[in-house]
């Protein structure tokens, strides 16, 4: 079940994740989510949809993902046309029109050369909890923290997610490297050394 949606941070790998538990469960997970609008989960999709772009045909396990999604389908709406109908919907839900297509024709081909098998599903389902355990951890801190927050006690130091930071080109080759407010020298693998900030 999906708990809580956070794409400001997402790697490649999150947002294919991500897309494809959207894929299998569809958008009503959402629904009992408090406070998410339908335009927040628009924006949270099209976030993860730019970052995974070029990805979808080559990562393995979302393909997994679009198999298990027709498969569900399949078992509630047993007859051809009604689960490819039904699957391509979600897909146009989810994704711009072109790439929806293009990721329709895609998993019929990929029933044909690549089955289901138990060994990709396992592959798939260890992945899968992976993500969706960060996902529980987030939520019962956030929960954790609410709690503690209503009885007015202070927040443990776990509240603290990191320190905020940014990118800042070299001003010497202009590879980006990642800064915080207590950097003291900005060190370039070109041999930049500078004190930081400029």
Request: with cysteine.
């Amino acid at each position: 079940m999906i708990t809580s949606v956070n794409s400001d941070s997402m790697t490649t790998t999150e947002a294919l994740n991500f897309l494809g538990a959207v894929v299998e469960m569809g958008l009503q997970p959402f629904d009992n989510l408090p406070d998410v609008t339908p335009e927040f989960i628009r924006k949270e999709l099209d976030t993860a949809i730019e970052q995974a772009r070029g990805e979808f045909f080559k990562d393995e396990f979302f393909g997994v993902s679009l198999q298990i999604g027709v498969t569900k389908l399949f078992e509630e709406y047993p007859q051809p046309a009604a689960y490819r109908s039904k699957f391509r919907e979600r897909l146009e839900q989810i994704f711009p029109a072109d790439l929806a297509r293009a990721l329709f024709d895609y998993v019929f081909d990929r029933f044909k050369e690549h089955p289901l098998t138990k060994e990709a599903l396992a592959k798939h389902d260890e992945k899968h909890r992976q993500f969706l355990g960060r996902e529980r951890f987030l939520e019962e801190q956030r929960l954790n923290n609410v709690r503690l927050a209503q009885r007015g006690k202070p927040l443990p130091w776990t509240t603290v997610r990191g320190t905020t930071t940014w990118l800042v080109p070299c001003p010497h080759c202009g590879e980006k490297k990642r800064c915080d407010e207590k950097m003291k020298r900005f060190r370039c693998r070109c041999g930049f050394d500078k004190p930081y900030p400029f």
